[in-house]
């Protein structure tokens, strides 16, 4: 029987219950890999959830960015509420690594600001997983792949206490400050420790309860969880498993034996330098590595540690470091989530990060040993992963030949909407044909998305629209987060009626209220004209009921005709099945969530005299998010500007405690511009 519990108020409907029974079988089967073609809409997550608790192992789900891993392990939580869902982020709220760029003679500092709600979310999945728990699910972005302190030394790390247990409260205490918890008697944060009289209180670094473990001399006569706020007791145990406060765990004899090596290195390399005559460098290693060994001896760490893994972890040069994926079993389960994305992904960390370490290793400014801590090459990754299955609605050639082929199809939605209808239109005259076209949506409340080839040509185009009395803007890479979310949500509230592009799948579009996608030059073959791109972009439209692309080219390419030739089959399965169970298309309901604040999106709509007004009315009061853009908060006064980066800090971290990640990264940016701007005023 499977050790998990699946909760849903939904059945498996449409060809979701056929797909669900091929990939188990699969997975059951042991083929190495599977793929999972799922069009826009067709409740992909709800088969994985089904073949999660129909396999019963424990699964890793992978995806490309970590929104959308939020919404995964929201979408998890909620199927599996009774089982161990745990998510697996980076946990920096902002990251700027550390580099050296030769053309410019410029060294830039690491800066980084850790999210201590996901530190807390990666340790409960660590946790969770060296548990010995079989009804574990990670979901994971990325961050997957790099580097973690050792399975092993965290197993041994473990603190195994039970009622009855003799161990005296001062053995104990030196347990935990083992595993990196901190005493701390007047208050207790995370990763803490509190004693009063027989009673020791861990704040567990993994979760949110306290563990109060009561004594009658030295015998443990108690274990509970207790509430934090209310301090009422949550459950008791017979048995506890204390879990370190950190993922990186070493001896004072491991310290010991890394400092040494690291002090040999440090000789090797510095000789390295003088016998090329670069003095320089030479020096420059030789001061960095001391002070770092004399923190390490003081303290126990230093900044940029983690360059060192390679000493504490007791690995040869060149070899892989512990990651995410040596802390599951042998025989895990991996999903990856819009593998046509992912994979890309995961194959490139590796590249880019070996780039930047070697400018700081050849320039003196990092030991060797600094290569080694990296994310995992493509080929080791392939090689930790017995079973994958990839899920998209455009699997790419890689996915398809891993799978030999074999490819399960999910084709129906359950709310009966079909793909959107192809037309082939010639682009001469295209942006009057396209306006017309426009025109009769906005006739009927719906919107429209048009897609360019270039930033110039979408300005230009919208600019067209606008000069038409179409109410329109562009995208494209320049606009910053806190803008896009805002546009999108403008479009689908009516504030726009067309947005133009250049590239809107990394928008991660879901547009209910969109039944016409544009696509200009659409015969000019490439990245954003590729059958990938072409079918994800029409994709946008198959919300809708009366859902339609419109392919403006001369001549039709090989990825055209293969996206039309894969959309008319998918139309025709929807439509025979339509028919066979008299299902009548509906569309899709999706409540637009409200922005909690912001004038960003829409500045030129108001005069600057009343922006400058509420601006400072808002400063005043402290609540001013999303607008350090504006040239009126340069009249701030820098006490205006104080109040108004603490208010912006607390409600970033808010919204990653609610795994709300595009939201916290508006008000990250947001607190970087007011930042700037508060050191710009002090400088003067």
Request: net charge negative.
């Amino acid at each position: 029987m499977s050790a998990f519990n699946l909760v849903s108020p939904f059945k498996p409907t449409g060809d979701q219950p056929q797909a669900i029974s091929q990939l188990t079988d699969g997975v059951l089967r042991g083929d190495p890999a599977q793929v999972l073609l799922g069009v826009t809409g067709s409740g992909k997550t709800f088969t994985m959830a089904n073949v999660i608790a129909q396999v019963g192992r424990p699964t890793l789900i992978l995806s490309h960015n970590k929104t959308l891993a939020a919404q995964l392990y929201r979408e998890m939580k909620a199927f599996f509420p009774q089982n161990a869902v745990e998510y697996n982020v980076s946990y920096y709220d902002y990251y700027q690594p550390e580099a050296y760029i030769p053309s410019t003679d410029t060294y830039i500092e690491k800066d980084l600001a850790i999210n201590d709600e996901i530190d807390k979310l990666r340790l409960a999945a660590t946790s969770a997983l060296l548990s010995g728990r079989k009804d574990v699910i990670v979901v994971s972005s990325v961050s997957c792949i790099y580097g973690m302190g050792n399975p092993a030394a965290f197993y041994e790390s473990v603190i195994r206490i039970r009622v009855g247990q003799e161990m005296s409260r001062n053995v104990l205490l030196r347990k935990l400050l083992d595993s990196l918890y901190v005493r701390n008697d007047l208050s207790l944060n995370r990763g803490e420790v509190r004693v009063k009289g027989d009673t020791v209180d861990v704040a567990l670094a993994y979760s949110d309860n306290i563990l109060r473990i009561t004594y009658w001399g030295d015998e443990i006569e108690s274990i509970e969880e207790i509430d934090p706020e209310t301090l009422q007791r949550v459950s008791s145990f017979e048995e506890y498993n204390i879990y370190p406060a950190n993922l990186f765990m070493t001896s004072k004899e491991t310290q010991e034996r890394a400092v040494r090596q690291i002090e040999d290195d440090l000789a090797v390399q510095v000789r390295y330098f003088e016998d090329e005559g670069r003095d320089l460098e030479a020096e420059r290693i030789r001061e960095r590595v001391t002070y770092d060994v004399e923190m390490i001896r003081e303290l126990g760490h230093c900044s940029g540690i983690e360059n060192y893994s390679r000493y504490f972890d007791g690995r040869e040069p060149g070899t892989r470091p512990f990651c995410l994926l040596d802390f599951f079993p042998d025989d895990f389960l991996m999903f990856i989530d819009e593998s046509h994305v992912s994979v890309p992904q995961i194959g490139g960390m590796y590249g880019g990060d070996r780039a930047r370490k070697e400018n700081l290793v050849h320039y003196g400014f990092r030991l060797p040993a600094a290569l080694d801590n990296r994310p995992l090459r493509f080929d080791e990754f392939k090689k930790m992963v017995h079973q994958i299955i990839y899920v998209s609605a455009t699997p790419a050639d890689y996915e398809l030949a891993e799978s030999e082929g074999v490819v399960v199809e999910q084709l129906i939605r359950p709310t009966g909407l079909l793909d959107p209808i192809i037309e082939v239109r010639p682009r001469q005259h295209e942006a009057d044909d396209l306006l017309e076209e426009i025109q009769q949506r906005i006739d009927v409340g719906e919107r429209v998305l048009v897609t360019t080839l270039s930033k110039r040509q979408a300005e230009e185009f919208s600019g067209y629209l606008t000069r038409s009395g179409i109410r329109s803007c562009y995208i494209h890479h320049e606009v910053d987060t806190m803008e896009r979310v805002q546009i999108m949500d403008s479009l689908r509230r009516g504030d726009y009626d067309v947005l133009v592009g250049v590239n809107l799948l990394r928008e991660g579009l879901d547009l209910p209220e969109v039944s016409l996608v544009g696509i200009l030059d659409a015969d000019q073959e490439g990245f954003l004209r590729s059958r990938t791109s072409l079918t994800q972009t029409i994709g946008r439209a198959a919300r809708h009921v009366h859902g339609k692309a419109i392919f403006y080219a001369d001549k039709i390419t090989r990825s055209m005709a293969q996206c039309i030739e894969d959309t008319n089959h998918r139309r025709e399965v929807q439509l025979r099945y339509n028919e066979e169970h008299g299902i009548i298309p509906h569309a899709v309901k999706k409540e637009l969530a409200q922005a909690e604040s912001g004038s960003g999106m829409k500045r030129t709509e108001l005069p600057t005299e009343q922006k400058g007004v509420d601006y400072q009315m808002a400063a005043q009061n402290g609540a001013t998010p999303f607008m350090a853009a504006d040239p009126i908060v340069e009249a701030m006064t820098p006490q205006q500007l104080k109040k108004s980066i603490d208010h912006t800090r607390r409600l970033m971290q808010e919204a990653a405690k609610k795994l709300d990640f595009l939201t916290a990264a508006q008000y990250r940016d947001e607190l970087l511009r007011l930042t700037s701007l508060l050191e710009a005023k002090n400088d003067n």
